[in-house]
C-alpha cells in the first residue's frame, strides 16, 4: 500500500505539486461554472472535525465534498470525544477505518500531527493556531487568476504574526516570492520558522516600509478565535498597521490586496478598501471551495 499522503502545512506538497494543484483549481472552478458534473468520488466521505467553529471552511468543504460526488459528515466537538474521553491517536484510527479523508479545524497543531501519523487516510489541516494552508492555496490561485505566476514577487504581510503569516512564510519558500512582515514588537511570527527561511522572509515593524513597492498586500483580524479578550490592548497596538488606501498608495501600481475573512472593517482593513468594486477579496473566499476540491482530488487519487 502506498504512503498516506497528507496536508497539513505547504511543505507536504512540492512546490510543482502546488502549481499542479492551483492549475487544476483554476479549471475546476470554470468547469463548475459551465455546469460541467464533477462527480468522480460517489460513495466517498469526507469527515470534517471542527473544535474551532468557521463559516468559510465548512461551507466550502461540505460543498466540495457534495460536488465531487461524495458526502462530507460535520463533527463538532460534542460529537466526538477527540482528545477530551479518547485519545487523538485512537480517534484517528477508528475514524480513518470508516471514511476516505479527513480533514480537521482545531487548536494545536500537535493534534493535526498525531491524528495524520495514526490515519490511514489522507488528512487536511484545516486551521490550526500555527498555520492555515488551504487558505494559502486559494490566495494563490487568485493572485494566479488576476496576475500571473507569484515567482519573484513581493508580498507584504501586515498585522499579527499569526497562523495566516507563517503559512505566508511557508509558501514564500515554496512559491518563490520575497515577504516582508509587518508587525508590532512583540507580534512576530515563531522565530524557529522565520530563522528557518532568513532568505525569503523578512520582519519589517513599520508598515510603509514594507508596503514599499510590493506586489500583494495580506492582512487578518488582530484578535484571532481565543484572543478576544486581548482585543481592546491589540487595537491599540495594531491602529499604525491597517491595509488602507494610504498604504496602498506605496505599494506597486497593479498590487493587490487580500484578506482571508471573517473582516472588521476599519480596523486591520478600512472599509473603503472592503468594499471597492476591483477588490479581489470575494474571490479569494470564493477559491476556497475551489482550491479544496483540487487538493481533495488530489488526495483521494493517490490514496487509491
Request: hydrophobic share 40%.
Amino acid at each position: 500500500m502506498a504512503q498516506v499522503r497528507h496536508f497539513l502545512t505547504l511543505q507536504d506538497f512540492s512546490p510543482s505539486e502546488l502549481h499542479s494543484v492551483l492549475e487544476r483549481a483554476i479549471e475546476m472552478k470554470k468547469e463548475h461554472r459551465e455546469g460541467r458534473d464533477q462527480r468522480q468520488f460517489p460513495g466517498s466521505v469526507l469527515a470534517m472535525i471542527f473544535a474551532k467553529s468557521s463559516t468559510r471552511t465548512r461551507v466550502s468543504f461540505e460543498a466540495g465534498m457534495a460536488q465531487l460526488g461524495g458526502h462530507a459528515m460535520f463533527l463538532s466537538p460534542s460529537d466526538t470525544q477527540l482528545g477530551r474521553g479518547e485519545p487523538v491517536e485512537d480517534s484517528a484510527r477508528v475514524i480513518s477505518s470508516m471514511v476516505d479523508i479527513v480533514m480537521i479545524r482545531t487548536f494545536g497543531h500537535d493534534i493535526v500531527e498525531r491524528f495524520a501519523a495514526h490515519s490511514s487516510v489522507p488528512v487536511i489541516n484545516a486551521l490550526t493556531d500555527d498555520f492555515h494552508p488551504c487558505q494559502l492555496l486559494a490566495d494563490m490561485q487568485t493572485y494566479l487568476e488576476h496576475r500571473g505566476s507569484i515567482a519573484g514577487k513581493t508580498v507584504c504581510w501586515v498585522g499579527d504574526g499569526n497562523n495566516m503569516c507563517q503559512s505566508y512564510i511557508n509558501a514564500a519558500e515554496r512559491f518563490d516570492f520575497q515577504l516582508r512582515i509587518a508587525c508590532p514588537a512583540g507580534y512576530e511570527p515563531d522565530a524557529a520558522l522565520l530563522a528557518r527561511h532568513a532568505d525569503r522572509a523578512v520582519v519589517v515593524h513599520d508598515p510603509r516600509e514594507a508596503a514599499a513597492g510590493a506586489d500583494l498586500l495580506v492582512t487578518d483580524v488582530w484578535a484571532s478565535m481565543g484572543q478576544e479578550d486581548e482585543q481592546r490592548e491589540r487595537a491599540a497596538r495594531f491602529a499604525p498597521y491597517q491595509v488602507n488606501r494610504e498604504l496602498m498608495d506605496l505599494a506597486a501600481p497593479d498590487a493587490l490586496y487580500m484578506h482571508c475573512l471573517p473582516a472588521h472593517r476599519g480596523e486591520e482593513i478600512s472599509a473603503e478598501l472592503m468594499d471597492a468594486p476591483d477588490s479581489v477579496i470575494w474571490d479569494e473566499a470564493e477559491n476556497r471551495l475551489h482550491a479544496q476540491k483540487a487538493l481533495m482530488e488530489f488526495l483521494l487519487k493517490a490514496s487509491r
